[in-house]
């Protein structure tokens, strides 16, 4: 039986997908398993992700972010498909600026930024006028614990770098295009150790040249922690990214193509006051809108 009426809508970034719907004063209460439901391909919407747009000043785990940007109006509630929470999405929160814009929520003028709470601080989105949006990651770090990746399609395990950006991620290089789509990653590979909270997997090729006109360029494919493979990360190209120049060494570029089996995403790292940032650039898609009724 029906528990009640819902309405989503399905929005997609570089193949990377998500079900967005509005909970502006978190009154709606959905279960676990509701978020279950709804990324489920076979019997909901089916996503890689469950985006709750609700007002981060009626949620209590990230309110207190006001403080610091006042501007900072929605919380970007992300859940991956089995229905855990995650820090945030790189490509979920440019499907979430377009969500918010085309739902009449907020406004975005080409050049404009949006700040938006998530679970990992805020994110300033930048909306072009192409209609792409990058979003300002901040700062990233080596968790210096590096385990030994072994999937499916590899002979023995490989050795990895592990990078927080923010989602925990480690990524595996990889010699040729050919081992990279010779990987079966159906089952989730092994990690030697195991990282407590988990993580992302990115397996990487460089490009044959590496650079072209002053950008790095690199093949991805990513078995996400919660979800199983994805079209695209975006907070995995980015740690990708940082891999591969960390791997490049000194000289290596700023800029990066991150090519991804759902399309292309654009890196770059750059000085901040704080530190060094990184941020995320790339489409972001809504496909269309509908009502479900959730299952009891």
Not at 78 to 98: P, T
Not at 243 to 269: D, F, I, N, S
């Amino acid at each position: 039986m029906a528990r009640s009426s819902l309405t989503v809508t399905k929005g997609h970034g570089t193949g990377n997908d998500f079900v967005l719907f509005v909970d502006e004063s978190d009154e709606l209460g959905l279960r676990d398993q509701d978020y279950r439901w709804l990324a489920d391909r076979h019997v909901g919407i089916g996503s890689d992700g469950v985006i709750r747009a609700v007002k981060t000043a009626v949620s209590p785990e990230v309110a207190p972010l006001l403080e610091l940007e006042p501007d900072a109006v929605w919380f970007m509630d992300y859940r991956n498909g089995d229905g855990s929470l995650a820090e945030m999405c790189g490509n979920g929160v440019r499907v979430f600026a377009e969500f918010l814009l085309a739902q009449g929520l907020v406004t975005m003028e080409p050049g404009s930024t949006l700040p938006i709470a998530t679970r990992a601080g805020i994110v300033d989105v930048t909306r072009s006028a192409s209609g792409h949006y990058q979003a300002d990651m901040g700062r990233w770090e080596f968790t210096g614990v590096d385990p030994l990746v072994l999937a499916r399609g590899l002979d023995v395990a490989r050795p990895s770098l592990a990078i927080t950006v923010p989602n925990p991620h480690v990524v595996v290089a990889l010699a040729s295009r050919a081992e990279l789509s010779a990987l079966d990653l159906s089952s989730a590979p092994l990690m030697d150790p195991e990282p407590q909270a988990g993580a992302n997997i990115e397996f990487v090729v460089p490009h044959d040249p590496l650079v072209v006109d002053g950008v790095g360029v690199i093949t991805m494919r990513v078995f996400e922690r919660g979800v199983g493979e994805t079209q695209s990360c975006g907070t995995g190209a980015i740690a990708a990214a940082l891999a591969t120049r960390h791997w490049a060494g000194e000289g290596a570029p700023h800029h990066w193509r991150v090519e991804v089996p759902g399309g292309t995403l654009g890196v770059r790292m750059f000085a901040t006051e704080e530190g060094e940032h990184v941020s995320l650039s790339g489409p972001a898609t809504l496909v269309f809108t509908t009502a479900v009724e959730l299952p009891e």
